[in-house]
């Protein structure tokens, strides 16, 4: 099993950071791709970023670009996510989350996922 546990959510004002951090323990081996998603209150989980665990590549929805930035740390098996610029419509639980296989976008195929973390905007 894998165990993900997220941090650095809170409330901001608009156009302020945050870095928000999941650390993975367990059977961290078997991961292939570290995502990130979020969950607005009556909106479906969507897709932020995400990252391959061994190559680094990187992946953003297109709505993210050029304000988030996913990274990893192998040693400390933690991935972050880097929010600038943020607005009120950043408001979400933020999730973070691990799948076996290639893949990036999809909620369901995921199998390890931490609690949240909610990020709260203001205007």
């Known amino acids: 099993q894998v165990q993900l546990v997220e941090s650095g959510g809170g409330l901001v004002q608009a156009g302020a950071s945050l870095r928000l951090s999941c650390a993975a323990s367990?059977?961290?081996?078997?991961?292939?791709?570290m995502g990130w998603f979020r969950q607005a209150p009556g909106k479906e989980r969507e897709f932020v970023a995400a990252?391959?665990?061994?190559?680094?590549?990187?992946y953003y929805a297109d709505s993210m670009k050029g304000r988030f930035t996913i990274s990893r740390d192998t040693a400390k098996n933690t991935v972050y996510l880097q929010m600038n610029s943020l607005k009120p419509e950043d408001t979400a639980v933020y999730y973070c989350?691990?799948?076996?296989?290639?893949?990036?976008?999809?909620?369901?195929?995921?199998?390890?996922w931490g609690q949240g973390t909610q990020v709260t905007v203001s205007s």
């Open positions: 367990g059977r961290t081996r078997v991961i292939y791709v």
């Open positions: 990252i391959t665990w061994g190559t680094t590549s990187t």
């Open positions: 989350a691990g799948r076996q296989t290639p893949g990036v976008a999809v909620p369901s195929r995921y199998e390890y």
